[in-house]
């Protein structure tokens, strides 16, 4: 079965830093673009940050400076590190990627959501 699990969310003091993974597992062959969004209570989700599957990050201005999305292709995993939280970074943070699927020789693009991990941030 083809999912993504993140993991490294948790509660931390404004300032501090937390690095959330989100690993490919089953039988994928790779992982095209890929981002992470958030979601506050109350709020709609949002995009955080996007990774193409060249490498070539972007990321939403209110994080700009302080997250940074990276991946590792031989783990198949993405990585989101993120710095100099604030109280407002708070939220449900979920990653989304383009998953290379398939059976060998008739390989596919499918889109796929981990469950979610929760940051809280401590004023």
């Known amino acids: 079965q083809v999912q993504l699990v993140e993991s490294g969310g948790g509660l931390v003091q404004a300032g501090g830093s937390l690095r959330l993974s989100c690993a490919a597992s089953g039988r994928i062959f790779g992982i095209n673009a890929a981002g992470w969004y958030r979601q506050a209570p109350g709020k709609e989700r949002e995009l955080v940050a996007h990774i193409t599957s060249s490498g070539t990050p972007n990321y939403v201005d209110s994080v700009k400076g302080r997250f940074t999305i990276s991946r590792a292709n031989a783990k198949n995993t993405v990585y989101l590190q993120m710095n100099s939280l604030k109280a407002e970074d708070t939220a449900v943070y979920y990653c989304?990627?383009?998953?290379?699927?398939?059976?060998?020789?008739?390989?596919?693009?499918?889109?796929?959501w981990g469950q979610g991990t929760q940051v809280t941030v401590s004023s």
């Open positions: 989304n990627a383009d998953l290379q699927v398939g059976p060998l020789g008739a390989v596919f693009e499918a889109n796929y």
